[in-house]
């Protein structure tokens, strides 16, 4: 088994034109006044992967550290590969330019290399720009107001990003089989990417295994799970990273890239922000064998837990 260093991305059987790293830096969780070290950190230690999104409300931070790495000559735009996602809020037609030109904004961009849905239910509008105050709005039992805005409609946006050279390719977000399986009967422009949560203890194969067999690259957000109960701490995990000489986080993405799939691991650690790119190595047949026995359905973003509202159980 080998682990190539990117992913060719597709829309349905024809290629974009574009590939898509495959260790990426995730930015979720990176508080600001912090995130913007990281990633200039990230940068230098190789990474051309970042992914972004505007609900994490640090793309400003992130955005003056870009204009800083290019007009350093540390890295150019065109070798970098930047994703961001639709939030919630903005997923009726009116609102999905403008969420991608506010980010495109924030980010000090002029495109993205991938726009992705970030969910599959769209909330109530609450203005421009995501922050924190305005991100989840709340009814009487604090549960997210829904709106009644249908993927076809927010698709069809999406793809009018990609027509006017906005973005260079579009996905989608925590999309189960049935809802990419509906959106592949009205699409224009195939999902090139579905970006899920995907580690040794939630391994997703069905869905992993679906996106392959229709040409959509699967990167894995969370990938290396929970940190207190996690596949970090488990035993065969530490065991293999022993044998190879290897961290068990190293092991834990290596496990996802010898399955074809990118990976996204955030750290705003120096140390671990350069461990973690180094995981391009094979695991051996036996090995991904045993690691499939691991597999607990254990979901670290549960939105039953942050939204009052189980979206993805």
């Not at 705003?268 to 690691?291: H, S, Y």
């Not at 837990?305 to 993805?312: C, G, H, K, Q, S």
Request: glycine share 6%; net charge neutral.
């Amino acid at each position: 088994m080998t682990s190539s260093l990117s992913a060719k991305l597709y829309s349905g059987s024809r290629y974009t034109g574009h590939d898509i790293p495959m260790i990426g830096f995730g930015t979720w969780k990176a508080e600001p006044g912090v995130v913007g070290e990281a990633v200039d950190l990230a940068v230098q230690t190789g990474y051309r992967h970042i992914d972004c999104a505007a609900a994490y409300c640090n793309e400003k931070e992130i955005g003056r550290v870009f204009q800083t790495i290019f007009s350093s000559g540390k890295c150019k735009r065109e070798d970098l590969f930047v994703t961001s996602k639709l939030w919630n809020t903005c997923h009726k037609k009116e609102h999905v330019v403008a969420a991608c030109k506010q980010t495109l904004s924030d980010l000090g961009l002029e495109y993205l290399d991938l726009y992705l849905v970030h969910w599959p239910v769209a909330f109530e509008y609450t203005g421009l720009p995501i922050t924190g105050d305005i991100a989840m709005p709340l009814d009487s039992n604090r549960k997210p107001r829904l709106v009644s805005v249908s993927l076809k409609e927010t698709w069809q946006a999406m793809e009018s990003l990609v027509h006017s050279g906005l973005v260079k390719n579009i996905g989608v977000s925590n999309f189960h089989i049935v809802e990419l399986l509906d959106l592949m009967t009205y699409c224009e422009i195939q999902p090139a990417v579905n970006q899920i949560e995907m580690h040794i203890y939630n391994q997703q194969e069905d869905l992993r295994a679906f996106c392959a067999k229709h040409n959509i690259h699967v990167t894995a957000y969370s990938p290396l799970g929970s940190g207190r109960m996690g596949p970090l701490q488990d035993p065969l995990v530490q065991k293999i990273a022993q044998q190879l000489g290897k961290t068990p986080a190293q092991v834990c993405l290596a496990w996802a890239r010898n399955k074809g799939v990118s990976v996204i691991p955030k750290s705003v650690t120096p140390k671990r922000i350069e461990e973690n790119f180094d995981c391009g190595f094979a695991l051996t047949t036996e090995m991904m064998q045993q690691l499939a026995t691991l597999d607990k359905q254990q979901i670290v973003c549960d939105t039953k837990e942050y939204w009052n509202l189980a979206v993805n159980s």
